[in-house]
């Protein structure tokens, strides 16, 4: 079982800049690929990255690649996104989320285990 707390969200205009984190409860934190997924209002969830157990791989989609960053601390247990360059279609719940199976690095809700609370991301153009 991995409990996943992330937080960093906020409200930031057009052009900005946040960091969201997500802690894993796990000490076998190092064990699982992780990812970030989106959820804005009326829509379904969606993926934006994912990065490997070890942090060598890491997989974006093509609507955040090149402003945002996804990372990994496994001293610290930790997940990042830093995200630049916000755009008001950036608006969402963001969600992390971990998977199990070190063999599938996936962009689909279904190949993770885990998932965090969400904390909300507000882009004002």
């Known amino acids: 079982q991995v409990q996943l707390v992330e937080s960093g969200g906020g409200s930031v205009q057009a052009g900005g800049s946040l960091i969201l984190s997500c802690a894993a409860s796990a000490r076998t934190f190092s064990s699982y690929n992780m990812g970030w997924f989106r959820q804005a209002s009326g829509k379904e969830r969606e993926f934006v990255a994912a990065?490997?157990?070890?942090?060598?791989?890491?997989y974006y989609a093509d609507s955040v690649k090149g402003r945002f960053t996804i990372s990994r601390d496994n001293a610290k247990n930790t997940e990042y996104l830093q995200m630049n360059f916000l755009k008001p279609e950036d608006t969402a719940v963001y969600y992390c989320?971990?998977?199990?199976?070190?063999?599938?690095?996936?962009?689909?809700?279904?190949?993770?285990?885990?998932w965090g609370q969400g904390t909300q991301v507000t882009v004002s153009s």
């Open positions: 990065i490997n157990w070890s942090g060598a791989d890491t």
């Open positions: 989320a971990a998977g199990p199976n070190r063999r599938i690095l996936g962009r689909t809700p279904s190949t993770y285990a885990y």
